[in-house]
Structure formats: structure tokens, C-alpha cells
């Protein structure tokens, strides 16, 4: 018989971007400028070394990469990152100075006209930014 094609799903299934943990300290956001739009800026910060594929994600769940904003105009996001494995030798304690984790996230600006603010959720405080 015909054996069953191998499959591409990590060992222990996929973990819904959804689920991923928030970053622990929301330290800022920000607009800046870009051609077309304008490009949102998100620092945070985590207490050890080793968090990554940090990203900002709808909190309603949207097809695809969508940003479309609630029904009030407010676009919430969630701050989230992969933590470092448990024992994790190379998770030091992080600097704040050094080791802020940062995402940005391109508006078009159709996109920024159909939303009067965005708001960021991390694991310690919300920001909003008004557009």
C-alpha cells in the first residue's frame, strides 16, 4: 500500500499565533512616517533573554493579515513573543537597555482612515494611540 505523505505539522501540533503569550512590559508605541502611511512602532520588554517571533496580532480573530478596526474605529492588538524554553541556559537576565524587543507594523493610509486609534495590549498595561 501506499504509505501516508509525511507531515509538515511540528511535533506536538501548532501553537495558535492567538495563544502565544504577551510581552511582559509594554514600553511605548509610536507612529512614524512612511510614504504611503505610516509604520507603528511597538517596544517592550522581557525580563530574560530568549523571547522571539515577537508580533503584533488582532485580538478578534481576521482572515489572513487583515486590520480591519472594531465597530468603535479602535484597531486592538496583542503584543505577543515566543518565551525562551524552560531551563533555557541562554535565558539570562535581560537589560532593559539592550535588549527591548521591538516589532513594527505598516499602515497604508486607507488602511489608517478607517480607524481613529489603535490599541496595544501587553501582559502589564494597554496604550492607545490615537491616529
Known amino acids: 500500500g501506499q504509505a501516508a505523505p509525511a507531515s509538515l505539522e511540528p511535533e506536538g501540533g ?4 492567538e495563544q502565544l503569550p504577551l510581552v511582559p512590559q509594554l514600553l511605548g508605541a509610536e ?4 510614504n504611503e502611511g505610516r509604520l507603528l512602532v511597538v517596544r517592550g520588554f522581557a525580563p530574560r533573554k530568549g523571547y522571539h517571533s515577537a508580533a503584533l496580532v488582532t485580538t478578534r ?5 487583515r486590520l480591519a478596526p472594531d465597530a468603535d474605529g479602535i ?10 524554553a524552560e531551563g533555557d541556559p541562554a535565558a539570562l537576565p535581560a537589560a532593559p537597555a539592550t535588549d527591548t524587543i521591538t516589532v ?7 488602511q489608517l482612515n478607517r480607524l481613529r486609534a489603535v490599541e496595544i495590549t501587553g501582559a502589564d498595561r494597554v496604550l ?3 491616529r
Do not use: D, E, M, N
Not at 14 to 17: D, L, S
Not at 61 to 65: E, R, V
Not at 75 to 84: G, H, M, N, Q
Not at 104 to 110: D, G, R, V
Open 14 to 17: 501548532y501553537v495558535a499565533r
Open 75 to 84: 484597531l486592538r492588538l496583542r503584543f505577543i513573543a515566543v518565551p525562551p
Open 61 to 65: 480573530l481576521q482572515p489572513g493579515s
Open 128 to 130: 492607545t494611540l490615537s
Open 104 to 110: 513594527a507594523l505598516p499602515f497604508s493610509t486607507i
Open 31 to 34: 507612529w512614524q512616517p512612511l
